[in-house]
Each structure stands twice: as structure tokens, then as C-alpha cells.
């Protein structure tokens, strides 16, 4: 009778841990996992719906088909393939850099990467992007960049080519945390929405605003054009949350909110 017992306790527990593989949580590279919560945790970027509230956690690049940990949950983060994007860039100084630019191109990266460090919980972004700038997608988040043939760093924006001088505008409300004219980038800004949500464009003509102002969504924050390193006029849009780079193009999708719960 005990035996038996005992047998079915290990069915039991067996079917318990093939129901938890299951049920594991798992997201695509780029995009947002929306954590469901016991409590509210001040700082985070949370959305409510139907009385549950979910952390949105962005999933990592460079963690495919690897696991990431939060508040005791785990998130796999499946594979995928992005497909590749092989740019030549002419002008040789821009790929191989002089020791001046490559001393200036490491000023401005830490300029930049301390702007991105921001974190501010005073207004929550809606979460509801309209697109920058209207134009053709040239290359989406995710590619494998090959500059002249060499392998680089993925491409983990969203390029917009549109004829120079198209206005670019804020697709979300935030606030002006820098602007500049830096050796990849151009002429650059960065909105901070709140909540760890960054927005960055690249390349611009024309800049529009100044730092600390805060950007209504619909707002116009400059002219597409190819200064900085480019083989042509596009806008170059890089979305953080968390400092993690995530797939613009899914914040545009029609109802992106809804889709993700
Ligand atoms: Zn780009």
C-alpha cells in the first residue's frame, strides 16, 4: 500500500515539473517580456491591466538562447535569425580612424553613455509611439553588420532613409537629455521618456531643440540628414529601456500594448 503510495507521489511530482517546463517564460531578442507581479516595484516601467501588473522586461541582443533572471522569475531568450547588412563605406577615415578620431570617437562614447545612464521617475511614458520620421526602413534591428566586408557590431536600431530635410518628431513625450555633433552619430539627440525608456537619433541636418527641453509626441526635433558616418540620408533610431537596446519598430506596431499581454 506505501509503495503505491510512493509511486504515485513521483507521478505526481513528475507531472508537476513537465507542467513548470511548460509554462517557462520565454521572449524574442529585442523585445519586451511583460513580468506579471506580486507587487508593484516603484522604480520599474510597470503597466497595469485587469487589475495585474506587469513589469516590462527587456530582453537582451546579446543573451539569445540564453536566460535572464528578474524578481526571482526566469526568461529564456529564444534565437533568431535577423538576417545580415553589408554597407561600404567610402571614405576609409570613418572605418580605420586617425588616432585623433579615434581619441575623439572615445570622448564621445563616454558622453554619450553617461547620458544614457539616466533614470527618471517623474513622468511614465505612454508606451504609445507614433514613427520619427516618415520614410523607408533601410535596415531593421537585429542585422549582422559587415562594413567593406569586415565584420562589426550589430545593427540594434532602426534606420528610416528619407530625403534630407524631412522633419524627424518625438514619437513619445520626454525631455532633451543631449544633444551634440559626435564622429559616428552627427548631429544627435537623446529623449529620455521616463522610466529607463531612451530614444536616440542619429545623423540629422538640422537640430531643433535644446538641452532639457521637454518634447510634447508629435513635436519636431530636426531634419533628416547624413552627417556623421553614413553612405546616405536616414534617420538612425535606437530605443533603450534599461539600457538595453530594444526593436524599435515593434514600439510603432499598432497597438503594441495590447498585443503584448
Ligand atoms: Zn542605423
Known amino acids: 500500500m506505501l509503495k503505491i503510495k510512493k509511486k504515485c507521489l513521483h507521478v505526481f511530482i513528475i507531472l508537476l515539473a513537465s507542467a513548470n517546463l511548460i509554462a517557462e517564460l520565454s521572449g524574442d531578442p529585442g523585445e519586451l517580456y511583460p513580468l506579471k507581479l506580486n507587487k508593484n516595484i516603484d522604480t520599474y516601467l510597470i503597466i497595469e491591466n485587469q487589475g495585474s501588473s506587469y513589469a516590462l522586461i527587456p530582453l537582451p541582443f546579446d543573451k539569445q538562447g540564453q536566460s535572464i533572471k528578474f524578481n526571482g522569475q526566469v526568461i529564456n531568450i529564444n534565437k533568431k535569425d535577423f538576417g545580415e547588412s553589408r554597407i561600404t563605406i567610402t571614405n576609409t577615415s570613418m572605418v580605420n580612424l586617425s588616432e585623433e578620431d579615434s581619441i575623439r570617437a572615445s570622448k564621445e562614447f563616454k558622453i554619450i553613455n553617461k547620458a544614457l545612464n539616466t533614470h527618471t521617475t517623474n513622468y511614465r511614458p505612454e508606451l504609445n509611439f507614433i514613427k520619427p520620421v516618415e520614410g523607408i526602413i533601410s535596415s531593421r534591428y537585429g542585422k549582422k553588420r559587415y562594413i567593406n566586408g569586415s565584420p562589426r557590431s550589430p545593427h540594434l536600431s532602426l534606420d528610416i532613409a528619407a530625403p534630407a530635410g524631412t522633419d524627424i518628431i ?78 524599435p519598430e515593434s514600439l510603432i506596431e499598432e497597438k503594441f500594448l495590447e498585443g503584448l499581454l
Open 170 to 247: 518625438a514619437p513619445e513625450y520626454g525631455k532633451v537629455i543631449l544633444i551634440g555633433d559626435f564622429f559616428y552619430a552627427g548631429k544627435y539627440i537623446i529623449l529620455d521618456h521616463g522610466y529607463g525608456l531612451l530614444s536616440s537619433y542619429s545623423h540629422l541636418s538640422k537640430i531643433d531643440v535644446t538641452n532639457d527641453q521637454f518634447i510634447e509626441k508629435g513635436q519636431k526635433l530636426g531634419e533628416v540628414g547624413s552627417s556623421g558616418r553614413v553612405t546616405g540620408p536616414h534617420l538612425h533610431w535606437t530605443v533603450y529601456l534599461n539600457k538595453t537596446r530594444i526593436n
